[in-house]
């Protein structure tokens, strides 16, 4: 190979690198800053392609995604002086890249290590303020809001990240009060139950009161009804027989006489001793109902 070949081969991978130390892309999950000779020269580079100086300028890239810190659990007291162990998290994201490379140089880890000391501050502030019920239950998310509001503030400035979100993954006990704090706390439990136990009972019997007091109500309007216009039933029908049996009083008589015998001799065994003359068999011995002369 001739000596133009060579010299034009070292020309071509000498502009390659040269190319390749000065053109360089920052993604759509990163941010970063452009240093020259070490010192910071422009700030939160945006996503695309950009052009620095060769071998003078050095382009240093962030994860600016939502990052998660996991702080180590530790042990806060409560108000009442009782030792809880608590394991939290956080969620944060780089917003002031200046800052943010200036606090930290760079290194997630180290952002990772101050963030964790000012959670764990932050919950140490707040636990001791509260009670055991109130830190595990009552009040707890106005305790993460409170301390996720309280971090943010120092975060930016001295950080120059955003605290998104602070969670509590867990909270125990010591071992030797947990015993206790069970045994007092299903105490607690079962009064209140007995309490609303106590309450529905009370309550259903006065339902079961006023129900009882309504279908007696119900009961006795219905029985009154049901009397009145039985008497007034029977009232019409008394009327109307007396209306129609007193137009032929001996229809009436005859009537009553067939009645009279249909019942007596309704069966072969019955038997009865009576005067033949007496007034039962008035119509038997004569049609017209007149008796014996």
């Known amino acids: 190979m001739s000596n133009k070949g060579i010299g034009a081969i070292i020309a071509v991978a000498l502009a390659v690198f040269i190319a390749a130390n000065t053109v360089y892309v920052v993604s759509e999950y990163e941010r970063g800053v452009v240093l020259r000779f070490g010192r910071m020269v422009q700030a939160d580079l945006q996503p695309g392609l950009h052009v620095k100086i060769p071998f003078a300028d050095r382009a240093q890239l962030f994860d600016g995604r939502v990052i998660t810190v996991d702080a180590p659990p530790e042990s806060y007291f409560t108000v009442e002086s009782k030792r809880l162990i608590v394991d939290s998290y956080a969620k944060w994201r780089i917003v002031d890249v200046a800052t943010y490379y200036r606090a930290t140089g760079g290194l997630e880890a180290t952002a990772d290590s101050r ?13 001791g303020l509260r009670t055991l019920h109130e830190v595990v239950s009552g009040q707890r998310d106005e305790l993460m809001e409170q301390l996720t509001e309280s971090l943010n503030v ?13 969670r509590v993954r867990r909270i125990d006990l010591p071992v030797d009060v947990s015993q206790s704090v069970f045994d007092r706390m299903s105490a607690d439990r079962n009064k209140e139950a007995q309490e609303y136990r106590a309450t529905g009972r009370e309550q ?63 069966t072969k065994e019955d038997l009865m001793v009576v005067d033949p003359s007496s007034e039962f068999f008035r119509f038997l011995n004569n049609s017209q109902g007149r008796g014996n002369n």
């Open 115 to 127: 963030l964790s000391e000012r959670i764990q501050d932050g919950l140490r502030n707040q636990v």
């Open 154 to 166: 120092v975060a930016l400035d001295q950080l120059g990240v955003e605290i998104l979100d602070v």
């Open 204 to 266: 259903g019997e006065v339902i079961r009161a006023d129900a009882d007091r309504q279908r007696a109500v119900l009961l006795a309007n219905a029985y009154r009804d049901a009397e009145l216009l039985r008497g007034d039933g029977d009232a019409r029908a008394a009327a109307i027989f007396a209306d129609a049996f007193g137009q032929d009083p001996e229809f009436y008589a005859f009537t009553r006489s067939l009645n009279a015998y249909r019942s007596a001799f309704s």
